[in-house]
């Protein structure tokens, strides 16, 4: 059975400071990636979302970067942490059928202090 | 962009009795309609979805429903356990890239 795993569960960051949460699934080839962000008290936004390894799209601006070395991980990155991206950040995976559901990852909590 | 919206935050019922969560979407694109739980400090997982051919899907205690006209859809679940306390999210999509979700429901069933 396909799983996804995800880390850390939580994050505290400093305003300015580098950041690293990765994200790999197993059980599963090519699947389509995703990073979601929720906010407090909004619904899931999509942030990135991949095809294939080297291959991101991005659906909003934002100082924040994602990264696909291999088939089965994805990456988000920053350079400089922003209060702003204080939240909670959830990978996500799916087949390539259309009607295939997202799979989500238990999430990172993400404090920017 | 609130293209979908779950106007009740919160929602309690008693065990046994139904559980009715609402949504409703803008965008008449959306072809694609899915229902996600989420506990505290896990990820969301799915739970059901209905194509915008069908108007019900049923999946044991969980039915989803869909009215086309007026853009909106429920999921009931019949009848509600203390187990299904949650943040229930919806979800419309046109393709997977383009899912959005609803701001979700928190559900508390009481014994």
């Known amino acids: 059975s396909q799983t996804i795993h995800q880390w850390p569960a939580t994050l505290v960051q400093p305003v300015g400071s580098p950041l690293s949460l990765e994200c790999t699934v197993e059980?599963?080839?090519?699947?389509?990636l995703y990073w979601y962000r929720q906010a407090a008290g909004r619904g899931l936004q999509l942030l990135f979302y991949s095809v294939g390894i080297g291959q991101i799209s991005s659906e909003v601006p934002q100082n924040l970067s994602a990264s696909r070395p291999q088939d089965r991980q994805f990456i988000l990155s920053s350079k400089k942490l922003l209060l702003s991206d204080s939240g909670f950040y959830l990978c996500?995976?799916?087949?390539?059928?259309?009607?295939?559901?997202?799979?989500f990852g238990n999430g990172t909590r993400l404090t920017v202090t | 962009d609130q293209q979908v919206k779950q106007n009740s935050p919160s929602l309690s019922v008693q065990e046994g009795r139904i559980s009715i969560l609402n949504c409703d979407y803008t965008?008449?694109?959306?072809?694609?309609f899915l229902w996600y739980k989420k506990y505290p400090a896990e990820g969301p997982t799915f739970l059901i979805s209905?194509?915008?051919?069908?108007d019900k899907n049923e999946d044991g205690r969980f039915t989803v429903f869909l009215n086309k006209s007026a853009k909106h859809l429920s999921l009931h679940i019949v009848p509600s356990q203390p187990g299904d306390s949650a943040v229930y999210f919806c979800a419309a999509s046109v393709s997977r890239r383009y899912m959005r979700f609803g701001a979700g429901t928190r559900l508390t069933v009481k014994p």
């Open positions: 965008n008449s694109m959306f072809d694609y």
């Open positions: 996500a995976w799916s087949g390539l059928r259309r009607d295939s559901p997202l799979h």
């Open positions: 209905i194509s915008s051919i069908k």
């Open positions: 059980g599963t080839s090519n699947p389509n």
